[in-house]
């Protein structure tokens, strides 16, 4: 049986999953726990596995605290349709508020993006595709999201006056050609409020100018987001040619690696470093952070 367990560390309260396994040998049950889930007064069903949200303890958990499962979902759904009409209309103040709103309780900026923000820049890539809205909207609302995420960084910024983690900076890219940016900048924005020093470089730049540019800063890894199938052999040059030079750790992730071929991923697969099959926000930082505390 998997359930939440609560242990209090000087007044505070942490949750862990735990499963409890019958013990053959010792004639007893024993506790392993499979999942640090954060601060209890943090917890929601977002920070919880897909796999184990409808267990009956799990829910009961949620349920006592209202963070149900269904209740979570209804409220997300509203702040998304919320939140996309404010994009179409590019109104930032409105937006600004929406995050603050969402975020002053539980939710974390990480929640933020993956449950309410993602979801809505997907369904507007569904609309523009179906016709429902037309290229220059899609525009007004890809700029508004880049001014939402300024405005949290901002926001974040400060966390960080103390000065950076004491770890190699951490540098952002897209392939040659990939004009999608919004990934790299919501990885960025998290790792910014973590305290890491980040370089975003994402832009349609050629090949050669990353690579001149990473052998300037030297940094600890390198996170290559890479969304049109069309551009995942220019990602698989770009990796190729960081290799000839640097032996920095590579991430490379984005929309597109679900269209790569088996001969791209070997390609990819063929230096020791590049870490492929990361969408997950949560996954996505914690391992950078365990690249980058190997380093130093
Ligand atoms: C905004 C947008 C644009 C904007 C981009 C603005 C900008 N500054 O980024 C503009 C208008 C420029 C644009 C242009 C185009 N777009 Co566009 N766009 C989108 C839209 C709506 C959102 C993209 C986005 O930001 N998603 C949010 C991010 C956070 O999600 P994500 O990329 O999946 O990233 C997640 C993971 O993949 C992972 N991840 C991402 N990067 C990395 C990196 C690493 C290292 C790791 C580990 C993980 C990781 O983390 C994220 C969190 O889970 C998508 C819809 C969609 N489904 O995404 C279409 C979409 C990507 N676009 C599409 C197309 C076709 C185009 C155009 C060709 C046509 C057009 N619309 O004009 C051009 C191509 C431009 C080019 N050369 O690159 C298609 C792609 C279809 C396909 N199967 O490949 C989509 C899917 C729309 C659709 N439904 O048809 N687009």
Same mark, same amino acid.
């Given at each position: 049986?998997?359930? &939440?367990? $609560?242990?209090?560390?000087?007044?505070?309260?942490?949750?862990?999953?735990?499963?409890?396994?019958?013990?053959?040998?010792?004639?007893?049950?024993?506790?392993?726990?499979?999942?640090?889930?954060?601060? %209890?007064?943090?917890?929601? +069903?977002?920070?919880?596995?897909?796999?184990?949200?409808?267990?009956?303890?799990?829910?009961?958990?949620?349920?006592?605290?209202?963070?149900?499962?269904?209740?979570?979902?209804? *409220?997300?759904?509203? $702040?998304?349709? @919320?939140?996309?009409?404010?994009?179409?209309?590019?109104?930032?103040?409105?937006? &600004?508020?929406?995050?603050?709103?969402?975020?002053?309780?539980?939710?974390?900026?990480?929640?933020?993006?993956?449950? $309410?923000? $993602?979801?809505?820049?997907?369904?507007?890539?569904?609309?523009?595709?179906?016709?429902?809205?037309?290229?220059?909207?899609?525009?007004?609302?890809?700029?508004?999201? @880049?001014?939402?995420?300024?405005?949290?960084?901002?926001?974040?910024?400060?966390?960080?006056?103390?000065?950076?983690?004491?770890?190699?900076?951490?540098?952002?890219?897209?392939?040659?050609?990939?004009?999608?940016?919004?990934?790299?900048?919501?990885?960025?924005?998290?790792? #910014?409020?973590?305290?890491?020093?980040?370089?975003?470089?994402?832009? /349609? *730049?050629?090949?050669?100018?990353?690579?001149?540019?990473?052998?300037?800063?030297?940094?600890?890894?390198?996170?290559?987001?890479?969304?049109?199938?069309?551009?995942?052999?220019? /990602?698989?040059?770009?990796?190729?040619?960081?290799?000839?030079? #640097?032996?920095?750790?590579?991430? +490379?992730?984005?929309?597109?690696?679900?269209? %790569?071929?088996?001969?791209?991923?070997?390609?990819?697969?063929?230096?020791?470093?590049?870490?492929?099959?990361?969408? @997950? #926000? %949560?996954?996505? &930082?914690?391992?950078?952070? +365990? +690249?980058?505390?190997?380093?130093?």
């Amino acid at each position: 049986m998997v359930y &939440i367990r $609560i242990k209090q560390v000087k007044n505070i309260g942490y949750a862990y999953l735990v499963e409890s396994k019958w013990n053959k040998e010792k004639h007893t049950s024993q506790q392993i726990i499979k999942q640090y889930l954060g601060p %209890a007064a943090q917890i929601n +069903v977002n920070k919880i596995p897909k796999e184990y949200r409808n267990k009956t303890s799990i829910i009961k958990f949620l349920a006592k605290r209202n963070l149900d499962f269904s209740r979570s979902t209804k *409220l997300n759904e509203s $702040i998304q349709e @919320n939140l996309m009409e404010k994009l179409k209309c590019y109104e930032i103040n409105e937006l &600004i508020k929406i995050y603050h709103e969402y975020t002053k309780s539980v939710y974390t900026s990480l929640d933020f993006y993956e449950k $309410i923000l $993602i979801p809505v820049l997907y369904k507007i890539g569904d609309q523009w595709e179906n016709g429902e809205i037309d290229v220059a909207t899609e525009h007004v609302c890809s700029n508004a999201v @880049n001014t939402l995420i300024d405005l949290i960084n901002q926001n974040n910024i400060k966390k960080i006056s103390n000065g950076y983690e004491d770890t190699k900076s951490i540098v952002l890219c897209t392939p040659e050609g990939e004009l999608h940016s919004i990934g790299c900048k919501i990885i960025e924005s998290l790792l #910014l409020e973590k305290g890491y020093e980040v370089y975003n470089i994402t832009s /349609a *730049l050629p090949t050669n100018s990353i690579e001149s540019f990473l052998d300037n800063t030297n940094p600890g890894v390198v996170l290559i987001s890479v969304t049109l199938e069309e551009n995942i052999n220019s /990602a698989v040059r770009l990796v190729q040619e960081i290799r000839k030079s #640097l032996q920095i750790s590579v991430m +490379v992730g984005g929309n597109a690696i679900k269209y %790569a071929t088996k001969s791209q991923i070997q390609l990819l697969q063929k230096y020791d470093k590049v870490y492929l099959d990361l969408d @997950n #926000l %949560a996954d996505i &930082i914690t391992n950078v952070k +365990v +690249v980058l505390s190997k380093k130093s």
